[in-house]
């Protein structure tokens, strides 16, 4: 028998993709789904061109004011009646296969609760695009090592989860994060369970469209969500005893390479904000004091970087897929 999937979509003032976006979730060979959108506030004519354009007993609008979009996938998450959730962005797009490697994924594994697929980038402004799958993977469907590199694998619009394994551990996004709720979400979901990746650019993130929260560039806000990000994906990593012996080192490589970015910059206050918003936990577990320190001081500005420029190519060695593999 196969799994019923709840397609979860929140909606923002994205009446210019929506429709595309739909009809790629309504032309699957799959078809035993359905598909909760979370109308969050809407200003334009979104609900109505789906309700004109689209009649379909498994399409449920739910509207509510302007939350965000965590507190959006969280009302569809709480509203699914699926075996697993898809999530899917309102201007993604699926190949009309992705829900049947999705289910033969789910079959072929049972004990991962977390299903990813591959995923290609798609500049909707020039055309060009490029997949994110390690070679090693190419084609196939097998189980991963998560945080051997996560942003090979994470996107929020390629990934399936238990409904019943999200209840019983609670995890919802973060309501009002905006920036890294996606990370902070799955981030979560890796440490406490297993996951597989099908190997196929099945799902296309198409960036360079009018109203993307990837388009906001209020750094403040970045940055505190940032922090909100690590601190809480830190603190959940405790809570399994450390038992994912690659998390600390993606973590740190990831951190290494945001603290590189603001040396370059040579604003030394930007990298004492910066440290100042991680967690005593996060510096104390991830960091030992003489480094930290040596962020902190104007003249080993250069030899800070080159530090950081060594551990990554340290990081690089250990042969993790990285991005434009294939």
Known sequence: MKNMISVV???????????????CV???????????IVDDGSTDNGVELIKEKFNDSRIKIISQPNQGVSAARN???DNAGGDWISFLDADDLWSINYLEEVDRAILKFPEAKYILGGR??????????????????????EKIQFFQNPHIFAHISASTISKKFLDEKNLRFIPGQKFFEDFTFLFQTALLTVTAFIGSPLVTYCGGIAGQTTSNTNLDIRLKDGFLFRNTVLDKWIQT???N?????????????????????????????????????????LFNNIELKLYHKRFARYLSIS????SKLLWRMHGYPRVNVK
């Open 9 to 23: 979509i929140p909606l923002y003032n994205k009446a210019h993709t929506i429709a595309n976006t739909l009809s």
């Open 26 to 36: 309504i032309g699957q060979t799959f078809q035993n789904f359905e598909i909760i």
């Open 75 to 77: 009302t569809g998450i």
């Open 120 to 141: 290609r980038v798609l500049n909707v402004s020039d055309g060009t695009s490029y997949n994110f799958i390690p070679a090693n993977l190419h084609g196939r469907i």
């Open 241 to 243: 005893k450390k038992a």
């Open 245 to 285: 012996r690659l998390f600390p080192v993606f973590m740190r490589y990831e951190t290494r390479h945001s603290l590189m970015v603001l040396l370059m910059s040579g604003n030394i206050q930007s990298i004492d904000d910066f440290l100042d918003g991680l967690s005593a936990d996060y510096k104390n577990i």
């Open 307 to 310: 530090w950081i420029k060594f």
